[in-house]
């Protein structure tokens, strides 16, 4: 099949007329009348709780950053105060859009108190004889000094004395300096404590992986698409990411093991690190005299996933499972209030044993049914087909798919056992998607044929089939209109059955980006952040900037610079060699080619502007001692990436951008 050549005349014309959104397909209307049919939306037990100990919030519930702008508003979701859901959203989803709207300052029990609805997370407040304890600070400066204004509007003023970061995830860290000042931390003012192996595993995910996990995260997420019943309506775990100022103070203290236990400021505290589970590096809170139990992201009110859409490490169900038993036989005797880091809690010592052994039932289930599967040789798309949960399990609302999703929790314990190869040896070495794209459709009649066929497929309400036969369609031409309008149509009505919230924020976005195009790379901001940068121990940035070498045009090339960092009288030696960077504690001495000298100050500043090193000695962010040009020489082979790359349709159509709408 012949490659059309791009005509950006003609995607210039057709951006200039916006396509709405699609009302929902007839087959949509009886997808989600079936599960308003099949659930419970009687029980309200959840409203109840989410409701518990409500002690005010924000009139009107906006937060915005110094320059006025608002960051965070949860009027925008004013229309999930109808209790009905509309046809264009999956009703169990629309029940929890409704519950994660509801915001402001909740009293736990006594001494604790959390804010919810300011960010994707909660924060919590746990106050000791004479000052505070805070738990995950939320994403962004901005919430954070948000919440804890609000905490002290109706609490009184309190000293923080210690800020606790439950595990490894941004949502939970990024705000810290909304609440606390790092010359007090330095100072030994406060403490910040997390469980072993923090620090590396947040930044490790948020700088190596970040460009395209930051770019995933917006399928996940939603972040762009409006609020609103044909777009976003929630994150499963929250309202929405939001926007604002992040960064990172590194943790004082670690835990380094279960049992662990401190006292601060005569409130006695106990930990129970989970790692692998719901994050690589995590932890849950036992608080004995307050007969409280915090589960940090372990044990939330959905089926949580096992590797996120923006993609990440693949988590260990059968670990998760029994870090909950664990959690179980150790605390669930002793507590009267269950709570997490994201939505609501639960109270009375009946309610919350059924909470965390139906949890811990949904992870076992999901990881035994799948290896036996498995084992009678079925791949990750078969058993994601046929696994089902009994109904004493799929009919809890805490175990429904908000967050995650039985097809991808299947394949991702395919997958944290065996790869991502089915075993199949024709899908060891596939056609790449453009050329796979163009065989499909050529064997299939030609692109004319194909749409026509799907049309009427999509008009029988098999989106399933017309979104998969539309992605072959818009890889092998990815400028044929019909096929990116079809395959848009198709995703928008699976993204309005969808009960998973990253689901349908996925399917939207594609449908959006097929009709309009990809994001600038303006829009999609920067790749790194410099305030994670701050933090970054210096093997992890040179890890990042050894995957940002152009490997072929390096492979002759053979350099040894020596790497310093003068506020903390420490270097590392580089070797530059078959186009591979490699990086070990210490100096080449006088076989080293150049010295780089550096500090975090100045780190800050490159990568605030924009991460070019070349730029950065021209205005002395460092300075190069010995030959200057065997440094720039490495500086000009570092590459750049672009943070909107291409998704829905092929990489080389990238220069395919329309208006983001």
Sequence with gaps: MTTIARDTATVA?????VIKPKEAHPATIVH????????????????????????????????????????????????????????????????????????????????????????????????????????????????????????????????????????????????????????????????????????????????????????????????????????????????????????????????????????????????????????????????????????????????????????????????????????????????????????????????????????????????????????????PRDIAEKLMFPEGLSRKWHTRGYYGAVVHNVQAIYAFYMGPYDGNPSTLH????????????DYMGGITAVIERARADYARGEFRWVAQLMNHAVFADPLCEPARQLGADALEQLGYQAESATWRNAYLLASRELRHGSPSRAVAGNTVSPGMIAQLPVSLLLDFLAIRVKGREAAALTLRLDWTMRDENCSHRLVLSHGALTHRAGSHGDAAQARVVTDRAGLTQIFANGGDFKKAMDRGWLTVEGDSEAARTLFSLLDEFDPAFAVVEPASACGRQREAV
Excluded at 13 to 17: E, K, R, T, V
Excluded at 162 to 174: K, M
Excluded at 436 to 441: H, M, Q
């Design 13 to 17: 014309a057709n951006s200039d007329a």
């Design 32 to 379: 989600n009348a079936t599960v308003r049919d099949t659930l419970d939306f009687d029980d309200t037990a959840d409203f109840d709780d989410a409701r518990h100990g409500f002690v005010g919030t924000l009139e009107p519930p906006v937060i915005y950053n110094s320059n006025g702008e608002a960051i965070w508003d949860q009027t925008r979701y004013g229309f999930l105060e109808n209790e009905a859901a509309p046809d264009s959203v999956n009703p169990s989803l629309w029940r929890l859009a409704r519950l994660n709207h509801i915001h402001g300052l909740f009293k736990v029990t006594d001494r604790i108190y959390q804010v919810r609805g300011f960010d994707l997370a909660n924060i919590t407040f746990v106050e000791t004889d004479h000052g505070l304890i805070v738990i995950d600070p939320l994403t962004f400066e901005e919430s954070a000094r948000a919440a804890l204004a609000l905490y002290t509007a109706h609490r009184g003023e309190r000293t923080v004395l210690a800020v606790f970061y439950s595990h490894s995830h941004r949502d939970h860290f990024g705000g810290v300096r909304g609440v606390i000042d790092s010359a007090d931390v330095a100072a030994g003012a406060v403490q910040v404590i997390a469980p072993e192996g923090f620090l590396e595993e947040a930044v490790s995910e948020a700088v190596l992986a970040g460009v395209p996990m930051r770019r995933r995260s917006e399928f996940q997420f939603g972040t762009s698409l409006d609020a609103g019943i044909f777009a976003h309506v929630d994150s499963g775990l929250g309202k929405a990411v939001g926007r604002g100022t992040s960064g990172l103070i590194a943790p004082t203290r670690t835990i380094a093991r279960t049992g662990e236990s401190m006292i601060i400021d005569g409130l006695d505290i106990e930990f129970q690190l989970t790692p692998g589970a719901e994050a690589p590096s995590e932890m849950n809170f036992f608080f004995p005299s307050l007969r409280a139990l915090n589960m940090a992201e372990n044990a939330c009110h959905t089926m949580h996933n096992l590797c996120p859409l923006r993609g990440a490490k693949v988590r260990d169900a059968l670990a998760w499972a029994r870090y909950l038993d664990e959690s179980i036989d150790a605390y669930a005797g002793r507590v009267d209030v269950v709570y997490a880091q994201h939505h609501w809690p639960i109270w009375g010592r009946e309610r919350i044993n059924t909470f965390l052994v139906e949890q811990r039932d949904l992870y076992r289930y999901l990881h035994d049914q799948t290896l036996r599967w498995m084992s009678h040789g079925l791949g």
């Design 430 to 441: 596939p056609l790449a998607p453009t050329a796979a794209g163009a065989k499909y459709i």
